[in-house]
């Protein structure tokens, strides 16, 4: 299995561009998450999915958009760039009701992609 | 709203001494507490969790334990070898109804010393 995979792995836009990060994952996950990572403030959610077809806002939505039109791929849109979207992406999955109090369990997560905004 | 708060930001130890990372979260609702470990260019990847109706765990020389009155879970590695040296991060889940909460805290880098 591979995982959770992310392309690209890097990109330069210039402000204004768009752009696509994909998120594919081959362990039947229901659930899938896009963060972004900087410097000193850890991983923060972007937006994420329950399953095929839902989205949802997470703590930094501005500026983003998702879809999510087959289980196992979860797009994140950047419609036209800024610079304070620099940053390093990852998409994550995980399992559904994982406990036995129906709390969330582990995420996996993919190798990243790192980009800049001009 | 709800935070994670993760301490120190930087850990430096010698090679075999031990290492403590601690978190506070702010939501008593949380009740799933992971650390996860990210290595150079890699996301992160689970290390070791715990559940709320549990105070320790172990595995091999990573432990966490648990204080829920307190609102604190720490992660302890002993007899740290230099392969340890990564960032490490805490979260803090819970799953109120028709919502969805899964918080990191800031990351702690660890480096650890030969």
């Known amino acids: 299995n591979a995982g959770v995979t992310q392309t690209p792995k890097f990109r330069v836009l210039k402000t204004g561009q768009s752009m696509t990060l994909l998120c594919a994952q081959d362990m039947n996950h229901e659930y899938m998450y896009w963060y972004r990572q900087d410097p000193g403030m850890g991983l923060r959610l972007i937006h994420y999915?329950?399953?095929?077809?839902?989205?949802a806002k997470g703590e930094v939505p501005d500026g983003y958009n998702v879809s999510r039109l087959k289980k196992q791929n979860f797009l994140l849109g950047l419609e036209s760039a800024a610079p304070s979207q620099t940053s390093v992406y990852f998409c994550?999955?995980?399992?559904?009701?994982?406990?036995?109090?129906?709390?969330?369990?582990?995420?996996?997560f993919g190798p990243g992609t790192r980009l800049t905004v001009l | 709203g709800e935070n994670v708060e993760q301490h120190p930001s930087t850990l430096s130890v010698q090679e075999g001494d031990s290492a403590v990372i601690k978190c506070t979260y702010s939501?008593?609702?949380?009740?799933?507490f992971p650390w996860y470990k990210q290595e150079l260019g890699k996301g992160p990847q689970l290390i070791i969790d715990?559940?709320?109706?549990?105070g320790e765990k172990k595995d091999q020389r990573i432990a966490v334990t648990l204080n829920k009155t307190a609102k604190h879970f720490s992660l302890h590695i002993t007899e740290t070898q230099p392969e340890d040296s990564a960032v490490y991060f805490c979260?803090?889940?819970?799953?109120?109804?028709?919502?969805?909460?899964?918080?990191f805290g800031t990351g702690t880098r660890l480096k650890v010393l030969a």
């Open positions: 999915s329950v399953g095929e077809g839902t989205t």
């Open positions: 715990i559940r709320s109706n549990v």
């Open positions: 979260a803090a889940s819970s799953r109120p109804s028709g919502t969805y909460k899964y918080i």
């Open positions: 939501d008593s609702a949380s009740n799933y």
């Open positions: 994550a999955s995980s399992f559904t009701n994982y406990g036995l109090a129906g709390e969330l369990g582990e995420q996996f």
